[in-house]
């Protein structure tokens, strides 16, 4: 029996360790779990369908793994249309070996969320927001970032 409940017991954590659960969130939830941070993160902000953010997506994933000593969290926020959370959005992450924060935004009024996440937002994506709340340091894009760009970002974060 012990070892009945061992094998489950791992294999559940196998399954949660190689998994990706994209939690459904509201941009309240999502403002409430950044503002009680105390490490550095990056919030991506994409879509699947989106050419500009699935290009740069590679470059936050092994940029965010560079500073794994800092600490660094990367939070990749879908937008994906309700009808491909999460069946489309969770194979899309898998498919590509994504490691992260996973969150599928539950809003569809742009005029709601994008002013809680920055002022400046229109709404246009891919849009990354970098905190770091021990510094101060704040900054926002909206728009593709290259690898270099997300570099020098990634070094203002952390220092």
Same mark, same amino acid.
């Given at each position: 029996?012990?070892?009945?409940?061992?094998?489950?017991?791992?294999?559940?954590?196998?399954?949660?360790?190689?998994?990706?659960?994209?939690?459904?969130?509201?941009?309240?939830?999502?403002?409430?779990?950044?503002?009680?941070?105390?490490?550095?993160?990056?919030?991506?902000?994409?879509?699947?369908?989106?050419?500009?953010?699935?290009?740069?997506?590679?470059?936050?994933?092994?940029?965010?793994?560079?500073?794994?000593?800092?600490?660094?969290?990367?939070?990749?926020?879908?937008?994906?249309?309700?009808?491909?959370?999460?069946?489309?959005?969770?194979?899309?992450?898998?498919?590509?070996? #994504?490691?992260?924060?996973?969150?599928?935004?539950?809003?569809?009024?742009?005029?709601?969320?994008?002013?809680?996440?920055?002022?400046?937002?229109?709404?246009?994506?891919?849009?990354?927001?970098?905190?770091?709340?021990?510094?101060? #340091?704040?900054?926002?894009?909206?728009?593709?970032?290259?690898?270099?760009?997300?570099?020098?970002?990634?070094?203002?974060?952390?220092?």
């Amino acid at each position: 029996m012990k070892k009945v409940v061992l094998i489950l017991f791992f294999g559940c954590c196998l399954v949660s360790a190689t998994g990706q659960k994209v939690n459904k969130v509201k941009i309240e939830e999502l403002v409430e779990y950044i503002s009680k941070s105390d490490h550095p993160l990056v919030i991506n902000f994409w879509a699947t369908w989106c050419a500009p953010c699935t290009r740069e997506l590679p470059y936050f994933q092994s940029g965010v793994k560079q500073y794994a000593d800092k600490n660094v969290e990367l939070i990749l926020v879908s937008l994906d249309f309700n009808n491909d959370y999460p069946k489309k959005v969770t194979a899309f992450l898998k498919q590509n070996k #994504y490691e992260g924060t996973f969150y599928w935004l539950n809003e569809t009024d742009a005029d709601h969320f994008c002013p809680k996440v920055d002022p400046k937002w229109d709404g246009a994506i891919p849009a990354s927001l970098f905190l770091n709340a021990k510094t101060g #340091y704040r900054s926002f894009y909206q728009r593709q970032l290259t690898d270099r760009q997300l570099e020098v970002e990634l070094k203002k974060l952390v220092e």
